[in-house]
């Protein structure tokens, strides 16, 4: 991994943290440039997320306005609790 990916991994981790979802069993890689997404999402108990769908496009938004992101494989479960 470029020292580049890594400091766009930490950040895409600490922009989808914000959002204050369960990411426990969230994957996230970059690889020249490229965010890969991979394991699971889930809404914490406290929080109610009508419409999940909506939430990713929000996540994937964010993502992109990262400086560096050139992509976005998202391969994310999403699991109601």
Do not use: C, F
């Amino acid at each position: 991994m470029r020292p580049d990916d890594a400091v766009l991994t930490r950040r895409v981790r600490s922009e989808i943290i914000r959002r204050e979802l369960n990411s426990q069993k969230l994957e996230v890689k970059v690889i020249h440039g490229v965010v890969y997404l991979a394991g699971e999402l889930a809404p914490t108990r406290s929080q109610r997320i009508p419409d999940w769908h909506k939430e990713m496009e929000i996540i994937e938004n964010i993502i992109y306005g990262i400086s560096g992101v050139r992509g976005i494989d998202n391969r994310i479960k999403w699991v109601q609790v």
